[in-house]
């Protein structure tokens, strides 16, 4: 084909579909009509998903209890911090290896960023905040006082936690069982040697 008879076959008359505006029309009209169901689809999906992804949960925090609805993927963790406002949990990696937001589940240690709160419906959970008594700090978190067992404090929260689970689950013969069972808990200050120090101290109370 001449690059004249090329010309030609764009340039028709004004009323005349050419064919290249054809194809580009045929193109941007296809997208328009494929896209607005597309997002008409999105927003209806996310209605109908928007009861069935949340669910109502009861937890008994600190002896108080709670009726929260929450998304199924809300972890424990954020529903304790930005549901509750009980902040003292902390988060430190986010995927269950440093322990800073262990907290106590029907009495055993969790680290409830791994936790979702739907899986712990019904269950008592016990934090930081819950832990002194009528202004009286509990025994292990005066030892970690004593023993200077913190420096900046970040994984305290999650250390004593732990702690008291640690003397609860009767894993304190020894400090060498000690650091064993409370190993899950990092400590970037290094403060191992007093943590040790204070769980083993408080061991006789049994927390």
């Given at each position: 084909m001449?690059?004249?008879?090329?010309?030609?076959?764009?340039?028709?008359?004004?009323?005349?579909i050419?064919?290249?505006?054809?194809?580009?029309?045929t193109?941007?009209?296809?997208?328009?009509?494929?896209?607005?169901?597309?997002?008409?689809g999105?927003?209806?999906?996310?209605?109908?998903?928007?009861g069935?992804?949340?669910?109502?949960?009861?937890?008994?925090?600190?002896g108080?209890?709670?009726?929260?609805?929450?998304?199924?993927?809300?972890s424990?963790?954020?529903?304790?911090?930005?549901?509750?406002?009980?902040?003292?949990?902390?988060?430190?990696?986010?995927?269950?290896a440093?322990?800073?937001?262990t907290?106590?589940?029907?009495?055993?240690?969790?680290?409830?960023?791994?936790?979702?709160?739907?899986m712990?419906?019904g269950?008592?959970v016990?934090?930081?905040e819950?832990?002194?008594?009528?202004?009286?700090?509990h025994?292990?978190?005066?030892?970690?006082?004593?023993?200077?067992?913190?420096?900046?404090?970040f994984?305290?929260?999650?250390?004593?936690m732990s702690?008291i689970?640690?003397?609860?689950e009767?894993?304190?013969?020894?400090p060498?069982?000690?650091r064993?069972?409370?190993?899950?808990?990092?400590?970037r200050?290094?403060?191992?040697?007093n943590?040790?120090?204070?769980?083993a101290r408080?061991?006789?109370?049994?927390?």
């Amino acid at each position: 084909m001449s690059e004249q008879q090329a010309v030609s076959q764009d340039t028709g008359s004004p009323g005349h579909i050419r064919r290249r505006t054809f194809v580009g029309a045929t193109v941007t009209a296809g997208g328009v009509v494929i896209a607005l169901p597309l997002l008409q689809g999105c927003s209806d999906d996310q209605e109908t998903r928007l009861g069935k992804d949340e669910s109502t949960v009861r937890l008994n925090i600190n002896g108080a209890e709670h009726e929260l609805t929450v998304d199924n993927r809300t972890s424990l963790l954020d529903t304790l911090r930005e549901r509750v406002g009980l902040t003292g949990t902390k988060k430190g990696c986010d995927q269950g290896a440093c322990g800073a937001c262990t907290v106590l589940v029907d009495g055993q240690r969790v680290v409830s960023c791994l936790t979702l709160a739907v899986m712990v419906d019904g269950a008592d959970v016990s934090t930081i905040e819950g832990v002194a008594r009528d202004g009286t700090l509990h025994p292990l978190q005066q030892a970690f006082i004593d023993e200077d067992a913190f420096q900046c404090g970040f994984c305290t929260p999650g250390q004593i936690m732990s702690g008291i689970g640690c003397i609860r689950e009767g894993h304190t013969s020894s400090p060498e069982e000690i650091r064993e069972w409370m190993s899950g808990n990092i400590c970037r200050c290094g403060a191992y040697a007093n943590i040790v120090a204070a769980v083993a101290r408080t061991a006789p109370s049994g927390a």
